[in-house]
């Protein structure tokens, strides 16, 4: 039950696309749904996070959207960069950690 | 400034021995946070300590892990009798308080590689 489900596994898309990653979860006692970018050899980074009062979040090209009736909540990044090419992660927070979804390795092709 | 710190970045042991894996965290911040990531596999939550509060060890996968955080600052992470299983990469991270919405900070890891 504290699971989080993330797919797709990867993702290519080509330059000024719209990639989205989606990830659902069974726990109502999570209250906090950040999502990560990690780069190779590097620790996961903070980029975008949402509360489940919320449905909709942006933040310059990253947007979440969440449903909290479905469990579900979605990373979508407009106008896609080759930069963006990074693994992603969504996590939900219980109280002392975040439980992490399995990653999304996201390829934008030039 | 300076962010999370592991040390070694890397370390290779054989089957058997033990390791110890080091995190210093930001200057300040109350909780901290060990989590694995195996090949492939998103992180797995290890271990948090907040405060001098007696941590929570249930993501332990064994009696082989132990973590310990003197002065309330760094941690060590040892892993006794090493399997080849534990080859991962080691994640620590740090955040000012425990609470939903203050970030953790990761460092970049230790890959260990048990032969």
């Known amino acids: 039950q504290q699971q989080v489900k993330q797919s797709p596994q990867s993702l290519i898309v080509q330059k000024g696309g719209i990639p989205i990653i989606n990830c659902a979860y069974e726990?109502?006692?999570?209250?906090?749904f950040p999502w990560y970018q990690q780069f190779p050899g590097k620790g996961p980074a903070l980029l975008i996070a949402?509360?489940?009062?919320?449905s909709e979040k942006k933040e310059g090209r990253f947007t979440i959207s969440f449903n909290k009736s479905a469990k579900q909540f979605s990373l979508h990044i407009m106008d896609s960069q080759p930069g963006d090419s990074a693994t992603y992660f969504c996590?939900?927070?219980?109280?002392?950690?975040?439980?992490f979804g399995q990653g999304t390795e996201l390829s934008v092709k030039p | 400034g300076a962010g999370v710190s592991q040390s070694p970045s890397n370390k290779v042991t054989e089957k058997g021995k033990d390791v110890e894996l080091r995190c210093d965290p930001i200057?300040?911040?109350?909780?901290l946070y060990w989590y694995r990531q195996s090949l492939g596999q998103g992180l797995e939550f290890l271990i948090y300590?907040?405060?001098?509060?007696?941590?929570?060890k249930s993501g332990l996968p064994s009696d082989r892990f132990s973590a310990e955080r003197t002065g309330g600052s760094v941690s060590t992470l040892t892993i006794q009798r090493t399997q080849q299983e534990d080859s991962a990469v080691y994640l620590c991270?740090?955040?000012?308080?425990?609470?939903?919405?203050?970030?953790?900070?990761f460092g970049p890891g230790t890959r260990l590689t048990v032969l």
């Open positions: 991270a740090s955040s000012l308080v425990s609470d939903s919405t203050d970030t953790q900070y």
């Open positions: 726990n109502t006692a999570f209250d906090y």
């Open positions: 949402i509360r489940p009062d919320v």
């Open positions: 996590a939900a927070y219980i109280p002392g950690k975040l439980i």
């Open positions: 200057s300040g911040h109350t909780a």
């Open positions: 300590f907040q405060g001098n509060s007696a941590p929570d």
